[in-house]
């Protein structure tokens, strides 16, 4: 093996519906850099496969037999804290996000997205960031927005603070951004710059990271 390729991101699925798993596996086995060595139907053999198997990450559906996903999540990163789970779901009520983010579940996709945010997806949670589908911010920025009436950092936002602040947890580049809110980019930035002082983060991984935990903590 070439000492320059790196080895493919190991992938563990875990589904109830038999064509769901065959699907994905076709699917993400055309990936080069990736490699799905197991499937699960059940939360327990989710459990039993990623213990023997010791996965890079974990496509995880919530709705399963015998153990739910949230339960098997939380169960596989206590054995395996270095094990990156992406929840994969037709749920999207707040109550799923959450509690599949306590869980320890670092990327969030629903079922009705397009395979290639399924493998952005991976690639991110692999690189160390978390990934949330576009619905799933709206649910978590909702909440975060929501909780500003109360006693919060967020209070010391402005409103065009709080736009920036959405669309960067929401993925948008800072050109986006500035199209979006019709602003140039360096006044994007400078927003950007302001909320992370605000909110004592130091890059975009931290304001996914704020929101998220800011948008759980009890009301």
């Known amino acids: ?24 596996a ?18 327990k ?3 039993v496969a990623a213990t023997r198997l010791k996965p890079d990450v974990i496509i995880m559906d919530l709705v399963l037999p015998e153990l739910s996903g949230v339960d098997a999540t939380e169960r596989i990163l206590n054995l395996l804290p270095q094990t990156q789970v992406v929840v994969l779901s037709v749920c999207h009520s707040s109550e799923h996000v959450f509690r599949a983010l306590r869980a320890g579940a670092r990327g969030y996709v629903l079922k009705d997205a397009a395979g290639v945010e399924l493998v952005g997806a991976v690639n991110t949670v692999f690189g160390g960031q978390p990934y949330l589908s576009p619905r799933i911010t709206e649910v978590v920025i909702g909440r975060l927005l929501n909780k500003a009436a ?9 409103g065009r603070e709080r736009e920036v602040l959405h669309l960067t947890v929401g993925g948008s580049s800072s050109a986006e951004i500035a199209r ?7 006044t994007v930035d400078t927003y950007r710059s302001r909320v992370m002082e605000k909110l004592g983060v130091a890059d975009r991984t931290g304001l996914i990271h704020f929101a998220i935990e800011h948008a759980m903590a009890p009301a």
């Open 26 to 43: 076709v699917f993400l086995e055309k990936q080069e850099h990736m490699q799905v060595v197991g499937t699960a139907a059940t939360g």
């Open 180 to 186: 979006q809110l019709s602003l140039s980019r360096k």
């Open 150 to 158: 109360s006693h919060s950092p967020l209070e010391r936002l402005s």
């Open 1 to 24: 093996m070439d000492p320059n390729v790196l080895p493919p991101i190991r992938i563990l699925i875990v589904d109830d519906h038999g064509i769901v798993r065959d699907g994905l």
């Open 45 to 47: 053999e989710a459990v």
